[in-house]
């Protein structure tokens, strides 16, 4: 049989039913799969979910095409309400397989479960104690979740700091687990809870416990994407050279730095909430990786030799395939299915990818035409319509609307009327 191919042409091109077939023959979709694509979550899942529930709001999925990571081909489920991301994803993906795709690699999936130590009075004795009794804290993390323990993952090591504070002097213990295919933070909580009064007795007199969190800033399950886009393909050596320095201006400036890492999220947070996963546990991991060291740009660009342009993003992608809104939200399983991802892993991996894509789209067209021009018809159509336009008056409005370079609904609904009277 034939490998299966990302790389469409024309796939936007297509009504969403058609684009559907496509999706539904590249990833072996059910019937069912589909139907809870467009049904989506019924009021009583979602009642299921949260609290106080009235409604739901929901967002478009779009897939990104063209994507090649690691030499296998991914059609991408991404959900958000901005125009021209799921396109610019999609157009930077072509150009990659140029020159081979994009190569990830990501840590196993290890999350830190806090322990804060608090009205300590010999940090070295606290130390002490606690790596002495390692071995039993972490034999009493584990009895909390013997399934996780079976897949090869759960606690396995301890971290001790010594954490100067405005306050005093405090202990923090990360309890480092592995969290397999879940991303997690249910399984840290409670064994960092389970493990408190074992680490009180550590204290003894000397120190209490008290706060036991996952922290977001999951440095152990970090993520990495890198790509070589060809010079030509981007439209010369010029344009390389200017990618480099909006690089350049974004690494000095957190000014500039937060709008460029904003653009990766775009991307990757349109993953990970297609996927159910949650977006604001990634989008703080994210900063936070970027302010270790002052507010950096989460992906680097360089020219090469060939003077073409090699990209590199790294950042902590706590993603899971199972549990969580990822199993129970059924739109969130059928876009899981289509990336045909069979780990956490590498369902983070393809997001990093998809951020990398983003970065460079924006950078791309900042650094040519501005981006403006790609937003804007769109826009105009979502302008067009909200001036009444209905079925190809729709497109009519708005390509005149661009063309005039004004695009409001107030000449919207002038243009339209013009039309409407002959
Ligand atoms: C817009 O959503 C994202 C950009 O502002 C990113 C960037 O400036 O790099 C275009």
């Given at each position: 049989m034939a490998e299966k191919t990302s790389?469409?042409?024309?796939?936007?091109?297509?009504t969403p039913e058609e684009r559907l077939r496509i999706v539904k023959d590249f990833a072996d979709l059910t019937d069912e799969d589909i139907s809870q694509l467009t049904t989506g979550l019924h009021i009583e899942q979602a009642d299921r979910m949260?609290?106080?529930?009235i409604g739901m709001v929901s967002f478009p999925l779009g897939i990104a095409t063209n994507f090649m990571i690691n030499g296998k081909d991914y059609l991408i489920p991404m959900a958000l309400e901005e125009p021209s991301v799921v396109a610019a994803a999609s157009n930077i993906a072509k150009i990659a397989r140029v020159k081979g795709g994009f190569h990830t690699s990501s840590d196993e999936p290890v999350m830190i479960g806090q322990i804060q130590i608090v009205d300590v009075k010999y940090t070295e004795m606290v130390l002490q104690k606690i790596s002495y009794r390692k071995d039993e804290i972490l034999e009493k993390a584990n009895e909390q979740d013997p399934m996780l323990v079976k897949l090869g993952g759960g606690a396995k090591d301890l971290e001790v700091r010594v954490l100067e504070t405005d306050c005093e002097t405090m202990v923090i213990v990360h309890l480092l687990v592995d969290c397999r295919d879940a991303m997690g933070a249910n399984a840290v909580n409670t064994m960092a809870e389970a493990v408190t009064p074992i680490i009180n007795e550590c204290c003894a007199g000397n120190g209490r416990v008290l706060l036991r969190i996952i922290s977001n800033l999951a440095t152990h399950r970090l993520s990495r994407a890198h790509a070589v886009f060809d010079r030509d393909m981007l439209g010369g050596e010029g344009v390389v050279d200017d990618i480099v320095k909006a690089y350049a201006f974004a690494d000095a400036d957190p000014y500039r730095c937060a709008t460029y890492n904003k653009g990766i999220m775009n991307g990757i947070d349109s993953v990970v909430i297609a996927t159910g996963n949650d977006f604001r546990a990634v989008e703080s991991g994210a900063h936070a990786y970027a302010a270790m060291s002052g507010y950096k740009p989460l992906i680097k660009w360089t020219k090469d030799e060939n003077g073409d342009l090699n990209g590199e993003i790294e950042l902590p992608l706590a993603m899971g395939i199972v549990g969580g809104a990822t199993s129970s939200n059924p739109v969130a399983k059928t876009a899981l299915k289509i990336t045909g991802v069979t780990t956490a892993r590498e369902l983070a991996e393809i997001a990093a990818a998809v951020g990398l894509a983003q970065n460079l789209a924006a950078l791309l067209a900042l650094a040519t035409e501005g981006i403006q021009r790609g937003h804007m018809s769109l826009h105009a159509r979502n302008i067009a319509i909200m001036a009444g336009a209905e079925g190809e008056m729709i497109d009519r409005v708005a390509a005149i609307m661009v063309e005039e370079g004004v695009v409001r609904q107030a000449r919207a609904e002038e243009i339209l009327a013009e039309i409407r009277s002959g």
């Amino acid at each position: 049989m034939a490998e299966k191919t990302s790389r469409l042409s024309g796939f936007y091109k297509l009504t969403p039913e058609e684009r559907l077939r496509i999706v539904k023959d590249f990833a072996d979709l059910t019937d069912e799969d589909i139907s809870q694509l467009t049904t989506g979550l019924h009021i009583e899942q979602a009642d299921r979910m949260i609290e106080n529930v009235i409604g739901m709001v929901s967002f478009p999925l779009g897939i990104a095409t063209n994507f090649m990571i690691n030499g296998k081909d991914y059609l991408i489920p991404m959900a958000l309400e901005e125009p021209s991301v799921v396109a610019a994803a999609s157009n930077i993906a072509k150009i990659a397989r140029v020159k081979g795709g994009f190569h990830t690699s990501s840590d196993e999936p290890v999350m830190i479960g806090q322990i804060q130590i608090v009205d300590v009075k010999y940090t070295e004795m606290v130390l002490q104690k606690i790596s002495y009794r390692k071995d039993e804290i972490l034999e009493k993390a584990n009895e909390q979740d013997p399934m996780l323990v079976k897949l090869g993952g759960g606690a396995k090591d301890l971290e001790v700091r010594v954490l100067e504070t405005d306050c005093e002097t405090m202990v923090i213990v990360h309890l480092l687990v592995d969290c397999r295919d879940a991303m997690g933070a249910n399984a840290v909580n409670t064994m960092a809870e389970a493990v408190t009064p074992i680490i009180n007795e550590c204290c003894a007199g000397n120190g209490r416990v008290l706060l036991r969190i996952i922290s977001n800033l999951a440095t152990h399950r970090l993520s990495r994407a890198h790509a070589v886009f060809d010079r030509d393909m981007l439209g010369g050596e010029g344009v390389v050279d200017d990618i480099v320095k909006a690089y350049a201006f974004a690494d000095a400036d957190p000014y500039r730095c937060a709008t460029y890492n904003k653009g990766i999220m775009n991307g990757i947070d349109s993953v990970v909430i297609a996927t159910g996963n949650d977006f604001r546990a990634v989008e703080s991991g994210a900063h936070a990786y970027a302010a270790m060291s002052g507010y950096k740009p989460l992906i680097k660009w360089t020219k090469d030799e060939n003077g073409d342009l090699n990209g590199e993003i790294e950042l902590p992608l706590a993603m899971g395939i199972v549990g969580g809104a990822t199993s129970s939200n059924p739109v969130a399983k059928t876009a899981l299915k289509i990336t045909g991802v069979t780990t956490a892993r590498e369902l983070a991996e393809i997001a990093a990818a998809v951020g990398l894509a983003q970065n460079l789209a924006a950078l791309l067209a900042l650094a040519t035409e501005g981006i403006q021009r790609g937003h804007m018809s769109l826009h105009a159509r979502n302008i067009a319509i909200m001036a009444g336009a209905e079925g190809e008056m729709i497109d009519r409005v708005a390509a005149i609307m661009v063309e005039e370079g004004v695009v409001r609904q107030a000449r919207a609904e002038e243009i339209l009327a013009e039309i409407r009277s002959g």
